[in-house]
């Protein structure tokens, strides 16, 4: 074969190739990117169907702590219910936020010491945990103890346990995925463990120390610990990609939320109202960021702070997959969104 032969049967071949990577191009993904940006936050939460969501709430909380909300689709899809701005929603990992600020008031209080260890506090747990007695509770609320992740355990979600007990004997005696504060890695494991040292050392909830020493200082009235205290018909139903039913009936342990109460929380995480004074923020930045994203069956959160406009910008979403395209097409939407707030400030 002659060397001009080869190469054009390379260029060929790669000619083909292009042609045929065009085919797993995710084109929705790529035409929500590109698509010129509307004027208005509305006009673009108006596009929510066209991204795959059943319903979208936003809360744009803006400097003096006023709120403004946009909504599009539906709140329950089979009534035809529309998407409304006070309902309440699943935030899923969100829900960690105020749990690590619990954890630093502790701290400060000197009920909780961040270089005690897991069997410390939870003795009964050394032999049944890798590294019990090595795992400090800076580790846990850092995500750096190797403990492994239940919702990561087979098919967790095809049938999600309701107690923190059943998710905790998931992973009772399997191996660490790395040595104490050797890595990083995700885990709800962490904050379960964190829910029962609090518990333990509290005598009482946790979700009652974060409804006494942090909601009702900022007068959130409308948070909830779980599905069982408010009434159902407030929440914002859920939805997967291919599966009819409504999931806002699943009891997973999530903290319930208005967009409205996020936001005012976010805020006051970031502004440091949240906190009795400097020492104590100081004790929650050792530990813990100040914006998150969660995201359970029927449910994706976004929650952050933009400093440049002195914004919080709170995203609900109740249509999702676990594949990557939802939560793609979430973080499209949700950065136009602050791009248009960006141009409008």
Known sequence: MTKKKSKRIIRVLLLLGAIISLYFVPWPIVKAWIMPLPNTVQEQVDKAADYGFDGIIVCVNKKGNQSEFYASGY??????????????????????????????????????????TLADYLPELKGRIEYADKITLRMLVKHRSGIPNYTDTYMYWAAPKETADENLALVLDLPANFKPDQGYEYSNTNYLLLGKIMNRVLGYGSFQYIQEEILNPLSLKHTFGSIQDVNIDNIMSGYYVGYDADLKTDNIGSILATAEDL????????DGSVFRDKKEKEIYSSIYKYEHTGLIPGYQTIAKYHKDIDAVVIQFTNTVNFDGYNWNMSEIMYNRIVKILKKEN
């Open 263 to 270: 936001s005012k929380f976010i805020r006051a995480l970031n």
């Open 75 to 116: 709140k329950n899809r089979e009534n035809k219910i529309p998407a409304d701005p006070n309902a309440l929603f699943k935030i899923a990992s969100v829900s960690k936020l105020y749990n690590a600020v619990a954890v630093a008031k502790l701290v400060y209080d000197g009920k909780l010491s961040l270089n005690k």
